[in-house]
């Protein structure tokens, strides 16, 4: 195998690779919990720091910004817990358009106050990195039987979707390739 074609597929399988592991985090995703409880947690926000300057001290110092995340706390069929957070995406990324999260909490804390705990469908999506402090970030709770098994339509129509689009595009780039090929061809004949 000659060394380019090596490279290709190395740099191929290297990008399906990110791609999967990005669709992977941003898809919606779901499991089957009993909800435990909630939490409401103080945050302090990394990224963008505001500098504000002191007029007494007559120098700038750091303000640092805080806010509130709600999280829901969680058991899985198989006794493994599971923690939730629930933050609102608004208009930002990825886009679902998320602006109840008040409103999943009350409903989370609905089914973790019950007498008889019902299992809950949860839809989120994102991961659980212990070491960065990272949840998956709860989109709805729905209630469901405990051997409940989820079919993700939006996730198969999506890929299939998109693999429809990638081999249209894959065509039109051979068709163009194939078209600037003849032309140079046809300009070194004459």
């Known amino acids: 195998m000659k060394k380019t074609k090596k490279i290709k597929i190395?740099?191929?399988?290297?990008?399906?690779?990110?791609?999967?592991?990005f669709f992977h985090n941003i898809l919606p995703r779901t499991v089957v919990v009993q909800i435990t409880g909630t939490d409401v947690k103080r945050v302090d926000k990394t990224g963008k720091v505001i500098e504000e300057w002191d007029?007494?001290?007559?120098?700038?110092?750091?303000?640092?910004?805080?806010?509130?995340?709600?999280?829901i706390n969680s058991l899985t069929r198989k006794g493994k817990p599971m923690v939730f957070r629930n933050e609102d995406t608004g208009w930002g990324?990825?886009?679902?358009?998320?602006?109840?999260?008040?409103?999943?909490?009350?409903?989370?804390?609905?089914?973790?106050?019950?007498?008889?705990?019902?299992?809950?469908l949860v839809k989120f999506y994102g991961w659980r990195i212990n070491i960065f402090s990272m949840f998956p970030n709860a989109?709805?709770?729905?209630?469901?039987?405990?051997?409940?098994?989820?079919?993700p339509l939006f996730n198969i129509v999506f890929?299939?979707?998109l693999i429809i689009v990638a081999f249209y595009?894959?065509?039109?780039?051979?068709?163009?390739?194939?078209?600037?090929?003849?032309?140079?061809?046809?300009?070194s004949d004459s």
Do not use: C
Request: net charge positive; hydrophobic share 45%.
């Open 139 to 151: 989109i709805s709770l729905k209630e469901v039987d405990r051997e409940y098994t989820h079919i």
């Open 93 to 120: 990324w990825p886009p679902y358009l998320k602006f109840n999260s008040a409103d999943l909490t009350a409903e989370a804390q609905a089914f973790a106050s019950a007498q008889k705990k019902s299992w809950v």
């Open 10 to 21: 190395s740099v191929g399988i290297v990008l399906l690779l990110v791609a999967g592991l």
């Open 169 to 187: 595009l894959r065509s039109r780039v051979r068709k163009f390739v194939n078209w600037a090929r003849g032309r140079k061809k046809g300009k």
């Open 55 to 71: 007029e007494s001290a007559d120098i700038k110092k750091n303000a640092v910004h805080t806010y509130d995340v709600r999280f």
């Open 159 to 161: 890929f299939m979707v």
